[in-house]
């Protein structure tokens, strides 16, 4: 069933936002233009921005319009990094830069040999990243990859950025197209190694996100547990009841 007018049109927007496009204290299309851009009614257009406020990423000020908020409320999962290394090149935007804390080969615990679909103890590459906006610490992750895509991808293994995402470096060296992701979302506190890392006081809570990456075939190509503090991002889901 396709989206409702309002919700195609908050999602187009929340993708220039994501991208950049639309940076931090940039006007949102007014109302009006929205409805001529789209075709729609002005009801709609202001629904649509509604969306986008309730999810935290634009403020309206009265009698100037409506403005992108700080992207630094923003949650980027790997799929939304995917698609912006897709249309532009790079997995992020601007302002967002990565460290790679390890690269390296290691044997894979249970949970990451269930996610992958091989054996617990059989080799695989593994990242460890902290990602950054400006010089503050946003987010930290590992990702997991079966040791075959080593042989096409052998940049996993070293402790260097890779510009256009690992994602779509192994799509582009191996020409399997990610398919499907699956998402599973929780929240914990922090470790205290995780609170080092991230900077964050004691006690702190994080949102954990387990992401799977599946081809067409359904094999898994990574798999990523990714962690971010706690009251720095919001993810709204629309559906039918």
């Known amino acids: 069933m396709a989206l409702p007018k309002y919700e195609q049109i908050a999602w187009e927007l929340r993708g220039q936002i994501v991208r950049g ?15 001529d851009h789209w075709s729609v009614a002005k009801a709609t257009a202001e629904r649509a921005i509604g969306v986008l406020k309730v999810e935290g990423l634009v403020d309206t000020r009265q009698d100037h319009g409506t403005f992108v ?53 059989d080799r695989v590459a593994r990242r460890h990243r902290l990602r950054f906006t400006g010089d503050r610490p946003r ?30 470096y192994i799509e582009l060296q191996t020409g399997r197209k990610p398919h499907t992701g699956r ?25 954990e996100i387990r992401h ?19 009251g720095g991002w919001t993810r709204t889901q629309e559906y039918p009841m």
Not at 190 to 200: F, K, N, Q, S, Y
Request: glycine share 8%.
């Open 21 to 35: 496009t639309l940076a931090a204290g940039d006007p949102l299309p007014s109302v009006p233009e929205i409805s």
């Open 183 to 207: 998402d599973t979302w929780t929240a914990r506190l922090a470790t205290p190694e995780e609170r080092e890392v991230l900077r964050l006081d004691e006690p702190a809570a994080v949102a």
């Open 139 to 168: 987010s930290m992750s590992c990702s997991w990859f079966p040791v075959w895509i080593l042989v096409h991808c052998p940049r996993l293994l070293v402790r260097e950025r890779i510009r256009e995402g690992t994602t779509r």
């Open 69 to 121: 908020r700080d992207r630094t409320l923003l949650a980027r999962t790997a799929g939304e990094r995917y698609r912006t290394a897709r249309e532009t090149g790079y997995a992020y935007t601007a302002g967002e830069h990565a460290e790679i804390l390890a690269a390296e080969e290691v044997h894979a615990p249970e949970d990451v040999a269930t996610a992958l679909g091989i054996a617990t103890g």
């Open 212 to 230: 799977i990456t599946f081809d067409a075939t359904g094999e898994a190509l990574a798999y990523e547990v990714g962690l971010k503090p706690g």
